[in-house]
């Protein structure tokens, strides 16, 4: 992942994922998708300017940093 600096849509859902790699080198990320998986934590995305971010489904017990994030939706 760490090659794809220009990704705008990461869509990693439904593929059993326990953990995700570093993505902080993805610098124009706008979309996330990480639902139906087993995480239990996510990396840091203070960083990024997302406007849809989905984790629903996995086992989470903690939830980063969103903070760059202020165009996201409900």
Do not use: C, R, W
């Not at 059993?16 to 570093?22: A, F, G, N, S, Y």
């Amino acid at each position: 992942i760490e090659y794809f600096t220009s990704i705008i849509t990461l869509d990693i859902s439904n593929n059993l994922l326990t953990t995700i790699p570093d993505i902080s080198s993805i610098t124009g990320l706008v979309n996330f998708f990480a639902s139906n998986n087993k995480l239990s934590s996510l990396p840091n995305m203070s960083s990024f300017h997302l406007s849809d971010f989905q984790v629903a489904n996995n086992s989470l017990t903690e939830f980063p940093d969103l903070s760059g994030s202020i165009n996201l939706s409900y």
